[in-house]
C-alpha cells in the first residue's frame, strides 16, 4: 500500500480560442433576482457567465430555460447564467411582465431587463434564443443560436473550470442570485380553464404545477389534484363526452387524463421527452414524443392539440390510441392552405364549432381556423412581426400575442388577446373585430357560464367574472411593428452563411445522409430573387430583388452531431436547430454576407 499522495492529474491542454472582449451589460429596466442590487460585468470575473438571450413569449426560450437547469444545479460554485430579457412585443418591455414571466417560469439566476435592446446590440444578437458563453477573464468564447446546445455547453463550461482552476483565474462561491419572497394566492399565474358537469370550474394553476378545483363562484377551491411529480406547468384542458378531461402536460411534453370522479391521472400520449426534426410524427400515442402541448380541444371524435413547441396542430385519437400531425410543417410563419403545406407560429388556444377549429396563433399575432376539409385560414393576422390593439374590419385589426380563443353562442369567438390586456371578438359573419373588455392583466383564456364569461387573468392570478356585453368597447387604435434594427445589405448577389462548429468530441453525424438542413424564405416573396428552398448546405447563394427596399429573411437550420469515437457502436448525438427572421434594409452601402451563428464563432 502506497500512503504517497497521488500526482495531482494535469489539467487538459486548453483549446485555441478567439479572444473577444465581452462588452458590459446594460439594460434600462435594471436587475432582477439580485436583490435590489445592479451588477457589472466584473462581478462575474473569475467565474463562467452564460448570457441567455430571450424574451417570454417564445417557447423555444423556455425550452432552452428548462435545458440550463440541470448545467446551472451542478457548476453553481464556478458559473453563473444571467437572463438577457430582449422584448419582441411591446408588451415585453413592460418592467413588471418581465418579474412575472421570471416568476412565472421559475427562472432561478439574475434577469437584466433590456427593453431598448441594448445588450442584444452589443453582442449582435439576431434571434430568441441565444447563448453567449464568457469565460472567467471576460471574454467571449462561444455563441449558441436555438435549442439543442446544452451538451455541447456542458462540455465548454468543463473545459473553462478545469483551464481556469490551472491558471490560477477561477473563482469559487455562491452566486448573485436573490430569490424573490414569496406570495400567498389560491392561484399563481393559472393558464387555461374549464367548465366540468357540475358546474365547478378546473383550472391548470401553472406556476405550481397542479390543477385547482374552484366551486361555481370561481373564487372558492374545492380541491388541488397534482404538484410537480404528477405535472410540470400544465396548460390547456378539454372537456371529453365521458367527463374526464385531457390536460396538456407543457414541460412534460405529454398529454393527461383526469377523472374527475376518482381523482386519478394518466399519461395518454407523450412519452416525456421533446420532438426533435426526425422524430416519428405519428403512431401509437405513449411512444410518440411531443413538445410543449399547450392547448387541446374536442373535436370531430378527437383531442386536437395546439402543439406550440414546433409549431404544428396534431390530434389524438382517443379509440385507436394514436397521435398524428395534422396541420402545420414546423416552419414558424403565417401560410395559409392545406394543412400539410401551412404554418403556424406558437399556436396557443383552441376553441371548437362545428365548422371549424379555431386558433389563436400567438407568435404572428393571429386568429387562424381549420376547416372540415383541413384547409387552414386567416381570420384576423399579417405575420411575425406586425401586431397592435386595432379593431375595426378584420384585414385591418390588430392582436398582440393571444393565447386563448372562446366559441361564443352566435358563431362568433372571443379571443383572450394577451399582451393587450384585452378581451377582444371576431364575428366571422360582418368580418369584423371588437373589443369586449380590457384592464384585464394577461387573460390567456376564458369559459363561457350561463350569460357571463368567466376570464382567466393569468398575471393577476385570478378568474375574472364578466357580463357579455350586448355592444362592444371602443378603443383608440394602435399599430406596431416589431423593434428591432434592420440590418444593411446589398441587393444582387448576396451570400447566406450559417455558421456551425460541431462541439468538442463531436462531429456531423452522416452515417444516414446529410446531417444539416437550411431553409430560406422571405416576406415579401418578391424579395428573393433566387436562393429559396431546402437544402443540406448550411450556406446559400441568395440574390436579392433591388426593386425593393426592405423585407425580411426567414431562415431555419438544423445540424445533427454525434460522438465522435469509433469504438461507440451507438454513439450519442445531439440535434442543433433555429429559426431567424431578419429584418432587411437594401442599399448600395449594405453587406453582401450575412452570418447567422448556430453553434460557434464567425471566424
Same mark, same amino acid.
Given at each position: 500500500?502506497?500512503?504517497?499522495?497521488?500526482?495531482?492529474?494535469?489539467?487538459?491542454?486548453?483549446?485555441?480560442?478567439?479572444?473577444?472582449?465581452?462588452?458590459?451589460?446594460?439594460?434600462?429596466?435594471?436587475?432582477?433576482?439580485?436583490?435590489?442590487?445592479?451588477?457589472?460585468?466584473?462581478?462575474?470575473?473569475?467565474?463562467?457567465?452564460?448570457?441567455?438571450?430571450?424574451?417570454?413569449?417564445?417557447?423555444?426560450?423556455?425550452?432552452?430555460?428548462?435545458?440550463?437547469?440541470?448545467?446551472?444545479?451542478?457548476?453553481?460554485?464556478?458559473?453563473?447564467?444571467?437572463?438577457?430579457?430582449?422584448?419582441?412585443?411591446?408588451?415585453?418591455?413592460?418592467?413588471?411582465?418581465?418579474?412575472?414571466?421570471?416568476?412565472?417560469?421559475?427562472?432561478?439566476?439574475?434577469?437584466?431587463?433590456?427593453?431598448?435592446?441594448?445588450?442584444?446590440?452589443?453582442?449582435?444578437?439576431?434571434?430568441?434564443?441565444?447563448?453567449?458563453?464568457?469565460?472567467?477573464?471576460?471574454?467571449?468564447?462561444?455563441?449558441?443560436?436555438?435549442?439543442?446546445?446544452?451538451n455541447a455547453i456542458r462540455t465548454l463550461v468543463e473545459e473553462l473550470e478545469a483551464e481556469h482552476a490551472a491558471k490560477g483565474t477561477l473563482r469559487r462561491g455562491d452566486g448573485p442570485y436573490v430569490p424573490p419572497e414569496p406570495v400567498a394566492t389560491d392561484l399563481r399565474f393559472p393558464g387555461k380553464a374549464v367548465v366540468l358537469p357540475d358546474g365547478n370550474l378546473l383550472v391548470s394553476d401553472t406556476t405550481r404545477h397542479q390543477l385547482v378545483e374552484l366551486a361555481a363562484d370561481g373564487e372558492t377551491v374545492v380541491?388541488?389534484?397534482?404538484?410537480?411529480?404528477?405535472?410540470?406547468?400544465?396548460?390547456?384542458?378539454?372537456?371529453?363526452?365521458?367527463?374526464?378531461?385531457?390536460?396538456?402536460?407543457?414541460?412534460?411534453?405529454?398529454?393527461?387524463?383526469?377523472?374527475?370522479?376518482?381523482?386519478?391521472?394518466?399519461?395518454?400520449?407523450?412519452?416525456?421527452?421533446?420532438?426533435?426534426?426526425?422524430?416519428?410524427?405519428?403512431?401509437?400515442?405513449?411512444?410518440?414524443?411531443?413538445?410543449?402541448?399547450?392547448?387541446?380541444?374536442?373535436?370531430?371524435?378527437?383531442?386536437?392539440?395546439?402543439?406550440?413547441?414546433?409549431?404544428?396542430?396534431?390530434?389524438?385519437?382517443?379509440?385507436?390510441?394514436?397521435?398524428?400531425?395534422?396541420?402545420?410543417?414546423?416552419?414558424? &410563419?403565417?401560410? !395559409? *392552405?392545406?394543412?400539410?403545406? @401551412?404554418? /403556424?407560429?406558437? =399556436?396557443? $388556444?383552441?376553441? #371548437?364549432? +362545428? %365548422?371549424?377549429?379555431?386558433?389563436?396563433?400567438?407568435?404572428?399575432?393571429?386568429?387562424?381556423?381549420?376547416?372540415?376539409?383541413?384547409?387552414?385560414?386567416?381570420?384576423?393576422?399579417?405575420?411575425?412581426?406586425?401586431? &397592435?390593439?386595432? !379593431? *375595426?374590419?378584420?384585414?385591418? @385589426?390588430? /392582436?398582440?400575442? =393571444?393565447? $386563448?380563443?372562446? #366559441?361564443? +353562442? %352566435?358563431?362568433?369567438?372571443?379571443?383572450?388577446?394577451?399582451?393587450?390586456?384585452?378581451?377582444?371578438?371576431?364575428?366571422?359573419?360582418?368580418?369584423?373585430?371588437?373589443?369586449?373588455?380590457?384592464?384585464?392583466?394577461?387573460?390567456?383564456?376564458?369559459?363561457?357560464?350561463?350569460?357571463?364569461?368567466?376570464?382567466?387573468?393569468?398575471?393577476?392570478?385570478?378568474?375574472?367574472?364578466?357580463?357579455?356585453?350586448?355592444?362592444?368597447?371602443?378603443?383608440?387604435?394602435?399599430?406596431?411593428?416589431?423593434?428591432?434594427?434592420?440590418?444593411?445589405?446589398?441587393?444582387?448577389?448576396?451570400?447566406?452563411?450559417?455558421?456551425?462548429?460541431?462541439?468538442?468530441?463531436?462531429?456531423?453525424?452522416?452515417?444516414?445522409?446529410?446531417?444539416?438542413?437550411?431553409?430560406v424564405s422571405s416576406t415579401p416573396p418578391e424579395l428573393l430573387l433566387s436562393g429559396e428552398g431546402t437544402g443540406t448546405d448550411l450556406f446559400r447563394d441568395l440574390e436579392l430583388n433591388p426593386a425593393l427596399t426592405e423585407g425580411v429573411l426567414h431562415v431555419s437550420a438544423m445540424a445533427a452531431s454525434c460522438d465522435d469515437d469509433p469504438a461507440n457502436e451507438y454513439p450519442a448525438c445531439h440535434v442543433h436547430q433555429q429559426d431567424w427572421g431578419v429584418p432587411v434594409k437594401l442599399t448600395a452601402e449594405g453587406a453582401?454576407?450575412?452570418?447567422?451563428?448556430?453553434?460557434?464563432?464567425?471566424?
Amino acid at each position: 500500500m502506497n500512503d504517497a499522495a497521488p500526482a495531482p492529474t494535469p489539467a487538459p491542454a486548453p483549446r485555441s480560442r478567439a479572444r473577444v472582449r465581452a462588452p458590459e451589460l446594460i439594460g434600462k429596466g435594471g436587475w432582477i433576482n439580485t436583490g435590489g442590487k445592479d451588477l457589472k460585468l466584473a462581478d462575474f470575473r473569475g467565474r463562467t457567465l452564460i448570457l441567455d438571450f430571450w424574451t417570454f413569449c417564445c417557447i423555444n426560450c423556455l425550452h432552452v430555460l428548462d435545458e440550463l437547469r440541470e448545467l446551472e444545479e451542478k457548476h453553481r460554485d464556478t458559473l453563473v447564467i444571467v437572463g438577457v430579457h430582449s422584448p419582441k412585443f411591446v408588451h415585453e418591455a413592460e418592467h413588471q411582465a418581465v418579474v412575472d414571466a421570471v416568476e412565472r417560469y421559475e427562472v432561478h439566476h439574475p434577469v437584466l431587463d433590456d427593453p431598448e435592446l441594448a445588450t442584444w446590440k452589443q453582442y449582435a444578437v439576431r434571434a430568441w434564443p441565444t447563448l453567449v458563453v464568457i469565460d472567467p477573464e471576460g471574454y467571449v468564447v462561444a455563441q449558441h443560436a436555438g435549442e439543442g446546445h446544452a451538451n455541447a455547453i456542458r462540455t465548454l463550461v468543463e473545459e473553462l473550470e478545469a483551464e481556469h482552476a490551472a491558471k490560477g483565474t477561477l473563482r469559487r462561491g455562491d452566486g448573485p442570485y436573490v430569490p424573490p419572497e414569496p406570495v400567498a394566492t389560491d392561484l399563481r399565474f393559472p393558464g387555461k380553464a374549464v367548465v366540468l358537469p357540475d358546474g365547478n370550474l378546473l383550472v391548470s394553476d401553472t406556476t405550481r404545477h397542479q390543477l385547482v378545483e374552484l366551486a361555481a363562484d370561481g373564487e372558492t377551491v374545492v380541491r388541488r389534484i397534482g404538484g410537480e411529480g404528477v405535472f410540470r406547468e400544465p396548460q390547456g384542458l378539454a372537456l371529453l363526452p365521458d367527463g374526464t378531461v385531457v390536460v396538456a402536460d407543457t414541460v412534460h411534453h405529454s398529454l393527461q387524463r383526469f377523472d374527475p370522479a376518482t381523482g386519478a391521472v394518466e399519461r395518454i400520449a407523450g412519452t416525456g421527452r421533446q420532438w426533435w426534426q426526425g422524430s416519428p410524427t405519428s403512431g401509437p400515442a405513449l411512444g410518440v414524443d411531443l413538445s410543449s402541448p399547450w392547448d387541446v380541444a374536442w373535436w370531430q371524435g378527437k383531442v386536437w392539440i395546439a402543439m406550440a413547441g414546433v409549431h404544428q396542430i396534431w390530434t389524438y385519437d382517443p379509440e385507436s390510441g394514436t397521435v398524428e400531425v395534422a396541420a402545420g410543417t414546423t416552419n414558424e &410563419g403565417l401560410v !395559409d *392552405g392545406p394543412g400539410a403545406e @401551412a404554418w /403556424f407560429a406558437q =399556436p396557443s $388556444g383552441l376553441a #371548437a364549432t +362545428p %365548422d371549424r377549429l379555431w386558433i389563436a396563433d400567438s407568435e404572428t399575432s393571429a386568429l387562424r381556423y381549420v376547416d372540415t376539409d383541413g384547409h387552414v385560414h386567416t381570420a384576423v393576422g399579417t405575420g411575425l412581426f406586425d401586431f &397592435g390593439h386595432r !379593431d *375595426g374590419a378584420a384585414d385591418q @385589426a390588430l /392582436f398582440q400575442h =393571444p393565447l $386563448g380563443v372562446t #366559441a361564443l +353562442p %352566435d358563431g362568433s369567438v372571443a379571443v383572450s388577446d394577451t399582451y393587450n390586456h384585452a378581451l377582444r371578438r371576431y364575428d366571422p359573419a360582418t368580418g369584423e373585430v371588437t373589443t369586449l373588455a380590457t384592464d384585464l392583466r394577461e387573460p390567456s383564456d376564458a369559459v363561457l357560464v350561463g350569460e357571463d364569461i368567466v376570464v382567466v387573468e393569468s398575471a393577476r392570478h385570478r378568474l375574472t367574472r364578466l357580463r357579455l356585453p350586448e355592444e362592444a368597447v371602443r378603443v383608440e387604435a394602435v399599430a406596431h411593428r416589431t423593434k428591432r434594427e434592420a440590418t444593411e445589405v446589398a441587393p444582387g448577389a448576396f451570400r447566406l452563411d450559417v455558421v456551425f462548429h460541431a462541439p468538442t468530441g463531436q462531429k456531423l453525424d452522416e452515417r444516414y445522409g446529410p446531417s444539416t438542413r437550411l431553409l430560406v424564405s422571405s416576406t415579401p416573396p418578391e424579395l428573393l430573387l433566387s436562393g429559396e428552398g431546402t437544402g443540406t448546405d448550411l450556406f446559400r447563394d441568395l440574390e436579392l430583388n433591388p426593386a425593393l427596399t426592405e423585407g425580411v429573411l426567414h431562415v431555419s437550420a438544423m445540424a445533427a452531431s454525434c460522438d465522435d469515437d469509433p469504438a461507440n457502436e451507438y454513439p450519442a448525438c445531439h440535434v442543433h436547430q433555429q429559426d431567424w427572421g431578419v429584418p432587411v434594409k437594401l442599399t448600395a452601402e449594405g453587406a453582401t454576407r450575412l452570418p447567422l451563428i448556430l453553434a460557434g464563432l464567425d471566424a
